[in-house]
């Protein structure tokens, strides 16, 4: 059973980079799936952020695509997040999750539990 | 962007109730919808794939159903564990889009 595991720093101060990993468990990075990272400001609605596939393809939401870049570590079997100058509005909670393999239809099938990132001073 | 807006963002209803989420696409999505189930301090959950197909392991309790652009999420009988929000997901054109949600509560 695949799960995944969010982790990094908590509070980032405004104008600095946020970085976070997500830890893939029970499988593998490289099955052929694509890997995304979501975010969900308090209050408000999700927000689909960008993923990124072993092979080393990415594709970003064009409203954070001037500050995204998602990455992959093959051998230690996880995938990251960096978000440059960063705002309060970046305050949100942040997920990873397991998109479709190409070719298939089965999206975001597998969640993280989420890790609540903080943007203050 | 793709527009999902989805209706109600709240509801009140009692177990047994018969419930009905919907979301309505600004374009054509094909059937590449999801929904999802989210609890408080958990991360969501998946219920429904390519507008239909329910995810293993999901009660036949829940449905989902399209016409056109227009996608609904029926629980046939709500159970005490199904209090959570619901969301859908378009994921025929990026970037990906989300409904902003419904959140059901016990009336």
């Known amino acids: 059973q695949v799960q995944l595991q969010e982790s990094g720093p908590g509070l980032v101060k405004p104008s600095g980079t946020l970085s976070l990993t997500c830890s893939v468990s029970g499988g593998s990075l490289s099955s052929g799936n694509w890997w995304s990272w979501v975010r969900q400001s308090p209050g408000q609605g999700l927000e689909w952020i960008g993923e990124?596939?072993?092979?080393?393809?990415?594709v970003y939401n064009p409203s954070l695509e001037s500050r995204v870049t998602i990455s992959v570590d093959k051998s230690r079997n996880q995938f990251s997040l960096r978000l440059r100058s960063v705002t309060a509005a970046d305050t949100a909670v942040y997920y990873c999750?397991?998109?479709?393999?190409?070719?298939?239809?089965?999206?975001?099938?597998?969640w993280g539990q989420g890790t609540m990132v903080i943007v203050s001073s | 962007d793709i527009q999902m807006t989805q209706s109600p963002s709240s509801l009140s209803a009692s177990v047994g109730d018969r419930v009905t989420i919907t979301c309505r696409a600004s374009q054509d999505v094909r059937n590449d919808l999801a929904w999802f189930q989210q609890k408080p301090g958990n991360g969501p959950k998946r219920l429904i794939y390519?507008?239909?197909r329910l995810q293993s392991g999901v009660p036949s309790r829940f449905s989902g159903s399209q016409s056109g652009t227009e996608f609904t999420l029926t629980i046939s009988s709500l159970q005490p564990e199904d209090f959570a929000t619901y969301f859908c997901?378009?994921?025929?054109?990026?970037?990906?889009?989300f409904g902003q949600g419904t959140k059901v509560e016990i009336k």
């Open positions: 990124m596939h072993h092979s080393g393809g990415s």
């Open positions: 390519t507008a239909s």
């Open positions: 999750a397991r998109d479709r393999a190409a070719g298939t239809d089965d999206p975001f099938d597998i």
């Open positions: 997901l378009q994921n025929y054109h990026y970037p990906w889009t």
